[in-house]
């Protein structure tokens, strides 16, 4: 496994890079072939390549990604290492050894007949070209399983998700010298500060109202900030950027509401708000049956207690809840500092955790779950 994870991490594969995705995909797809004695269907969508393996009608999905967040060249500075029980590397955690664990899970089962694979090379920036091929697939399974890093250094599966909403709030204003005559101005850039308190007032007001005790509040946070042409110029334009968390589909359709309600408070200025919800939330009754399951097989195999944690950001897990497939994530590899200088994986978690996948996908072939619509 660890030689495995060498090869992986070894090949870059940063998102925005199609020609490293296509090399990563290669490597990818003859590990796959090795541990299952098939070779996988290559998808290539707008660039992107997409791997899925097929056995039979599916039953069960396996979800991985084999993108990462970190640019070509970053191996020079991050080299591959394996040193007092701890693997480094770009993408280590996030989720090179979530695959090796996935494949290694597979080839110890006796059959795979009932099993879908699909590893998509667009998670780390929202999956925008496998999007619908992952829900597509989801529909006709009757469980999916994500091999994202665990929710934590210890092994908690990931059992709910918040959705995430991306907006721009475009605020127009009108120009003027700022010098001779900025009275005949309409200022974008104060108009947007009224906009960046107003979104912190509504988040502030969603922590309060829509508190949840497994997933936190709603969150609105203001981030990017830009406006203004030029130094002696009345901004003309300015726009903030928002980042919404919610617990709830109902949450998520109220502060879209909301954000869509806000009015400019100088005159003279108009308000443009685009954007929406970009995931929707994996609720915790999508992951119950398949926990369950996975903290008997856990206590089985004597790994002790398993514990289900709650999470703010979001995976092609959401995708898949949201399409009606009772889904559990965090079933990957077990480490800590997903995007980070500091990214690990524990070696001592290879082996229990592709144990833990090959079980679960055993009995989840075996019978329910399903109906959750």
Same mark, same amino acid.
């Given at each position: 496994?660890?030689?495995?994870?060498?090869?992986?991490?070894?090949?870059?594969?940063?998102?925005?890079?199609?020609?490293?995705?296509?090399?990563?995909?290669?490597?990818?797809?003859?590990? $796959?072939?090795?541990?299952?004695?098939?070779?996988?269907?290559? %998808?290539?969508?707008?660039?992107?390549?997409?791997?899925?393996?097929?056995?039979?009608?599916?039953?069960?999905?396996?979800?991985?990604?084999?993108?990462?967040?970190?640019?070509? $060249?970053?191996?020079?500075?991050?080299?591959?290492?394996?040193?007092?029980?701890?693997?480094?590397?770009?993408?280590?955690?996030?989720?090179?050894?979530?695959?090796? !664990?996935?494949?290694?899970?597979?080839?110890?089962?006796?059959?795979?007949?009932?099993?879908?694979?699909?590893?998509?090379?667009?998670?780390?920036?929202?999956?925008?070209?496998?999007?619908?091929?992952?829900?597509?697939?989801?529909?006709?399974?009757?469980?999916?399983?994500?091999?994202?890093?665990?929710?934590?250094?210890?092994?908690?599966?990931?059992?709910?998700?918040?959705?995430?909403?991306?907006?721009?709030?475009?605020?127009?204003?009108?120009?003027?010298?700022?010098?001779?005559?900025?009275?005949?101005?309409?200022?974008?850039?104060?108009?947007?500060?009224?906009?960046?308190?107003?979104?912190?007032?509504?988040?502030?007001?969603?922590?309060?109202?829509?508190?949840?005790?497994?997933?936190?509040?709603?969150?609105?946070?203001?981030?990017?900030?830009?406006?203004?042409?030029?130094?002696?110029?009345?901004?003309?334009?300015?726009?903030?950027?928002?980042?919404?968390?919610?617990?709830?589909?109902?949450?998520?359709?109220?502060?879209?509401?909301? %954000?869509?309600?806000?009015?400019?408070?100088?005159?003279?200025?108009?308000?443009? %708000?685009?954007?929406?919800?970009?995931?929707?939330?994996?609720?915790?009754?999508?992951?119950?049956?398949?926990?369950?399951?996975?903290?008997?097989?856990?206590?089985?195999?004597? !790994?002790?207690?398993?514990?289900?944690?709650?999470?703010?950001?979001?995976?092609?897990?959401? !995708?898949?809840?949201?399409?009606?497939?009772?889904?559990?994530?965090?079933?990957?590899?077990?480490?800590?500092?997903?995007?980070?200088?500091?990214?690990?994986?524990?070696?001592?978690?290879?082996?229990?955790?592709?144990?833990?996948?090959?079980?679960?996908?055993?009995?989840?072939?075996? $019978?329910?779950?399903?109906?959750?619509?």
């Amino acid at each position: 496994m660890l030689a495995d994870l060498e090869e992986l991490v070894g090949c870059e594969s940063f998102s925005a890079d199609h020609t490293a995705l296509a090399r990563s995909a290669e490597v990818v797809a003859a590990l $796959g072939a090795r541990l299952t004695g098939a070779g996988p269907e290559v %998808i290539v969508i707008d660039g992107v390549s997409h791997l899925r393996w097929a056995f039979g009608t599916p039953r069960v999905l396996l979800l991985g990604h084999h993108d990462t967040v970190w640019p070509l $060249g970053s191996l020079r500075s991050r080299p591959w290492s394996v040193e007092a029980g701890v693997a480094r590397g770009p993408g280590v955690l996030d989720m090179k050894a979530g695959l090796v !664990q996935l494949f290694h899970a597979l080839a110890s089962l006796p059959s795979l007949d009932g099993v879908c694979v699909l590893v998509n090379g667009d998670e780390e920036v929202g999956s925008p070209t496998s999007r619908q091929l992952i829900e597509e697939t989801a529909r006709r399974c009757a469980a999916t399983l994500v091999l994202e890093p665990a929710a934590d250094g210890q092994g908690a599966l990931k059992t709910a998700r918040k959705g995430a909403s991306r907006y721009e709030v475009e605020i127009h204003g009108r120009a003027a010298h700022a010098g001779l005559e900025p009275h005949r101005g309409v200022n974008a850039s104060v108009e947007a500060a009224h906009q960046v308190l107003a979104l912190a007032a509504l988040g502030a007001s969603a922590r309060t109202d829509a508190a949840d005790p497994l997933l936190g509040a709603t969150t609105v946070t203001p981030t990017l900030l830009s406006g203004g042409s030029s130094r002696n110029t009345v901004p003309a334009r300015a726009r903030v950027s928002v980042d919404v968390r919610v617990p709830s589909g109902a949450a998520q359709d109220r502060v879209d509401t909301l %954000i869509r309600q806000l009015t400019p408070s100088t005159p003279g200025a108009r308000l443009e %708000i685009v954007g929406g919800a970009s995931r929707p939330p994996m609720e915790p009754a999508a992951s119950a049956d398949l926990f369950a399951l996975a903290r008997d097989i856990a206590a089985e195999l004597g !790994q002790g207690p398993l514990r289900g944690l709650a999470v703010g950001g979001v995976s092609d897990a959401n !995708q898949t809840a949201a399409a009606g497939c009772p889904t559990l994530d965090g079933l990957g590899a077990v480490g800590e500092g997903a995007h980070a200088e500091t990214e690990y994986v524990r070696v001592d978690q290879l082996i229990p955790r592709a144990r833990l996948v090959a079980e679960l996908i055993a009995r989840t072939i075996a $019978g329910p779950p399903r109906p959750r619509d």
